[in-house]
Structures are given as C-alpha cells and as structure tokens.
C-alpha cells in the first residue's frame, strides 16, 4: 500500500498558475505510474495527467492539455502537477494516485486503490 499526500492547492485568480505535489510513503521510481483526478462540486471524479514510472511518457485530459504539465522528481517520490492558465472550471479537489500500471491510471480509474487526501483548488473568475 501506498500511501500519497497533496500539498499546494489553493485560491488563484483565472489566468493564473498553481502548482500541486503529491509525496509518496514508498519508492515509486520503476514501480508506480502516477497520476492526478479532480471531483468537482456534484460531478464524477475525472482523469487529468499520468506519468509513467520512469516519467518518459505523460497522458492528458483534452480539457488540460497545453495548459497542465505532469512530471514527478523520483529522487524525492514526488510527482507535480504545474497548473497554468487556469479557468474557472478548472476548480475542484485534486486527488493524487499511484498503480503500477498506467493503463490503470488512464482507462480503468474504477481499479484504483492507491488514492490521496485530496487538495482543494479554487479558481475565481
């Protein structure tokens, strides 16, 4: 089990930037995929970003991309999130999680077991 805490949410003003961190209790480089969701007030949790283990490769929302960036710092298993032009709709709880598959991550959500607190975002307009 792993065990994943968000830090960095907060209030920002649309058309600014923000940046979360995930840290996790256990070795994640080689071993775990790692991706962000958010769950907005009365909606289903939704895929943002994965980045698999060695990081060589990122996965996007349509909603985010060009606007988001994942990358992960394996020496610190860490994972960020640097959010930029950021919109209204864009307010959520952003939840960090790991699998060792990042096919998990990317289309079988429901399979997640590995899951943070959550960090909430809120951007006003």
């Known amino acids: 089990q792993v065990q994943l805490v968000e830090s960095g949410g907060g209030l920002v003003q649309a058309g600014g930037s923000l940046r979360v961190s995930c840290a996790a209790s256990?070795?994640?480089?080689?071993?775990?995929?790692m991706g962000w969701f958010r769950q907005a007030p009365g909606k289903e949790r939704e895929f943002v970003a994965a980045?698999?283990?060695?990081?060589?490769?990122?996965y996007y929302a349509e909603s985010v991309k060009g606007r988001f960036t994942i990358s992960r710092d394996n020496a610190k298993n860490t994972v960020y999130l640097q959010m930029n032009s950021l919109k209204p709709e864009d307010t959520a709880v952003y939840y960090c999680?790991?699998?060792?598959?990042?096919?998990?991550?990317?289309?079988?959500?429901?399979?997640?077991?590995?899951w943070g607190q959550g960090t909430q975002v809120t951007v006003s307009s």
């Open positions: 999680a790991a699998d060792p598959r990042i096919s998990t991550m990317t289309s079988e959500a429901h399979k997640l077991r590995n």
């Open positions: 256990v070795r994640t480089a080689g071993t775990y995929a």
């Open positions: 980045i698999t283990w060695g990081g060589g490769n990122t």
